[in-house]
């Protein structure tokens, strides 16, 4: 099976995209990365390192960087999605326009589209569909830091496609000694729970920057994952899906991890800074602002209560101060945890 899927196209050269990237050329795959600045991608191609996302990790002579999509695309049976939520429809009708027979895309971002409040994979579906090309849509998610997963620290993640035997080449096409891949067919949970994780992670970093203290990130985090689990479940997915690596692993990760770009976020909002200097002054993207637009649409839309998203859709669209929305949280209604199990039914 290796051989069937030895040359794959990665189309995005941030710090993921790199990194898994790096984990395929380095198994031995033949890798072509493609990013949207030219000057970029030549300065990875030359530099063999990512010094701009990725800086400090060699890259293998399987990897090469390119700016020219058709080349990057071109025959490739394996393709993998590795941009910003915000730009993955865009960006996709290129690939599929340079794209030649039929391939497995596989898409490791995390986010809902705005407006359209499809996930990347119902994306991707669309577009495909408009296009009149043939594609095997999987998805890849669970805790995982770039760059851990370039350091080789053991990491253990989660990919689904709509059949099993998708989903088991995905996971044959990842899988190493340091990278170890469980399958699912739970396309629309596992990327719920991807999405959604991220604006409970900076629901928790507005509570370690205000020095709420570990009680507080606690409970955030298990209140989150019922709210995930119950909006997850209304919209057709596993509730066991939310128990696993995409869900509860990747929200446990993004919430307490220092490398986490969403609970950086939130720690300076707790902190008194604004949500515009914050982002102005940010590399790279923090998929939980925009994914907090679309999910509390999403949640409003389901008629699914969601009071932590709706407290972080507050903060960051209608300027509600951190304390406030703390206050608000606290004096609901009291309630009876038991009504989570009752929503799922």
């Given at each position: 099976?290796?051989?069937?899927?030895?040359?794959?196209?990665?189309?995005?050269?941030?710090?993921?995209?790199?990194?898994?990237?790096?984990?395929?050329?380095?198994?031995?795959?033949?890798?072509?990365?493609?990013?949207?600045?030219?000057?970029?991608?030549?300065?990875?191609?030359?530099?063999?390192q990512n010094?701009?996302?990725?800086?400090?990790?060699?890259?293998?002579?399987?990897?090469?960087?390119?700016?020219?999509?058709?080349?990057?695309?071109?025959?490739k049976p394996v393709i993998l999605m590795v941009v910003p939520s915000h730009v993955t429809r865009q960006v996709f009708r290129q690939v599929l326009a340079k794209m030649t027979g039929e391939a497995i895309i596989i898409s490791a971002t995390k986010g809902i589209e705005n407006d359209s409040l499809l996930t990347m994979t119902q994306v991707m579906g669309e577009e495909l569909e408009r296009a009149g090309k043939i594609g095997r849509l999987g998805v890849l998610a669970g805790p995982s830091f770039a760059k851990e997963v370039a350091r080789r620290i053991p990491t253990a993640v989660s990919v689904a496609a709509q059949d099993k035997e998708t989903a088991q080449a995905i996971q044959h096409i990842f899988f190493t000694d340091r990278f170890r891949v469980y399958t699912s067919t739970d396309l629309i949970g596992l990327e719920l729970g991807g999405a959604l994780k991220n604006p409970i992670a900076i629901a928790?970093?507005?509570?370690?920057?205000?020095?709420?203290?570990?009680?507080?990130?606690?409970?955030?985090?298990?209140?989150?994952?019922?709210?995930?689990?119950?909006?997850?479940?209304?919209?057709g997915a596993s509730p066991l899906t939310f128990a696993g690596l995409g869900g509860l692993g990747d929200l446990v990760l993004t919430c307490t991890g220092d490398l986490s770009r969403n609970r950086t976020v939130?720690?300076?909002?707790?902190?008194?800074?604004?949500?515009?200097?914050?982002?102005?002054?940010?590399?790279?993207?923090?998929?939980?602002?925009?994914?907090?637009?679309?999910?509390?649409?999403?949640?409003?839309?389901?008629?699914?209560?969601?009071?932590?998203?709706?407290?972080?859709y507050q903060v960051l669209y209608k300027d509600k101060p951190c304390a406030d929305a703390v206050h608000e949280l606290l004096t609901r209604d009291q309630k009876d945890e038991d009504e989570f199990s009752a929503d799922l039914n």
């Open positions: 099976m290796m051989s069937d899927y030895q040359d794959i196209a990665v189309i995005g050269a941030g710090s993921w995209g790199t990194a898994l990237a790096k984990l395929l050329s380095d198994k031995g795959h033949r890798v072509a990365l493609w990013g949207h600045d030219h000057l970029h991608v030549e300065a990875i191609q030359a530099e063999r010094s701009k996302y990725l800086p400090g990790f060699a890259l293998a002579d399987t990897l090469t960087a390119g700016h020219d999509l058709r080349e990057t695309v071109a025959g928790a970093g507005i509570s370690d920057g205000a020095g709420y203290g570990t009680n507080t990130r606690a409970a955030l985090i298990t209140r989150g994952l019922a709210e995930i689990t119950r909006l997850g479940v209304k919209m939130g720690i300076k909002l707790g902190q008194g800074q604004t949500l515009t200097a914050i982002l102005a002054e940010m590399e790279m993207v923090a998929e939980g602002v925009k994914t907090t637009r679309s999910a509390w649409d999403l949640a409003c839309r389901e008629g699914v209560d969601m009071p932590i998203l709706e407290q972080m």
